[in-house]
């Protein structure tokens, strides 16, 4: 497609429920991000993916976090056993390649809330 | 350690205004830089970009910044505010990884 996609772009769960994010890159772009945005912070690095590499796993919070990417296409975030804190914006964004100042482009978000 | 700063959370100015957001970064090296607006609801734009060269960079929106190695800062600015330029706006640096600064809001009162 033309930008990243992401959905849904709003998801209100129970906690102890398990949500699953989708980010569909901008076609071609290697490099694919995902970042947490709490209400009034900046961008917390979660994870990236490059090709077929193996993702960097660095800035998830907790084992309840994981991500999947199938070679260069989509990505589902999985937030198992939600808590309160998970309550934020889920930001995707995608690059041609990582590193030496590629641009990332971002998507909308999905906002989640936790009750 | 690496670390991105925007010193001021909130900004109000007037429109016609002009306009100057602070960062400052610890890194390394030079890293690149960006300077990113989110609109409500929205994902994040890229207003403009350095990489070498010219310290003094154009983005778009009528926004520029300038890149000053001394500081370790990179500012944006625009020299006349328009209402439809508040939002929030995040500088962020990186060489293979991006940082983020904790974002500066921007109100414009009519």
């Known amino acids: 497609g033309a930008g990243v996609s992401q959905s849904p772009s709003n998801k209100v769960t129970e906690k102890g429920k398990d949500v699953e994010l989708r980010c569909d890159p901008i076609?071609?772009?290697?490099?694919l991000y995902w970042y947490r945005q709490r209400l009034g912070q900046g961008l917390e690095f979660l994870i990236y993916?490059?090709?077929?590499?193996?993702?960097?796993k660095s800035g998830l919070p907790s084992d309840r976090f994981s991500a999947e990417r199938t070679g260069e296409s989509v990505s589902t975030l999985t937030i198992q056993r939600t808590q309160q804190e998970d309550s934020a914006v889920y930001l995707c964004?995608?690059?041609?390649?990582?590193?030496?100042?590629?641009?990332?482009?971002f998507g909308a978000g999905t906002r989640l809330s936790v009750l | 350690a690496q670390s991105v700063t925007q010193p001021d959370i909130h900004i109000t100015v007037s429109e016609g205004a002009s306009l100057e957001l602070r960062c400052n970064y610890s890194?390394?090296?030079?890293?690149?830089l960006f300077w990113y607006v989110q609109s409500p609801g929205q994902g994040l734009q890229l207003l403009l970009k350095?990489?070498?060269?010219?310290?003094l960079v154009q983005g778009i929106k009528g926004f520029e910044a300038e890149f000053k190695r001394s500081q370790s800062s990179f500012n944006l600015r625009k020299p006349s505010v328009h209402w439809s330029d508040a939002a929030e706006y995040f500088c962020?640096?990186?060489?293979?990884?991006?940082?983020f600064g904790a974002g500066t809001r921007l109100t414009v009162k009519p």
């Open positions: 962020a640096v990186g060489i293979n990884d991006m940082r």
């Open positions: 964004a995608s690059s041609f390649r990582r590193g030496q100042g590629n641009i990332q482009y």
């Open positions: 890194y390394g090296a030079t890293p690149y």
């Open positions: 076609s071609g772009h290697t490099a």
């Open positions: 993916f490059q090709g077929n590499s193996a993702p960097d």
């Open positions: 350095y990489f070498s060269g010219d310290t």
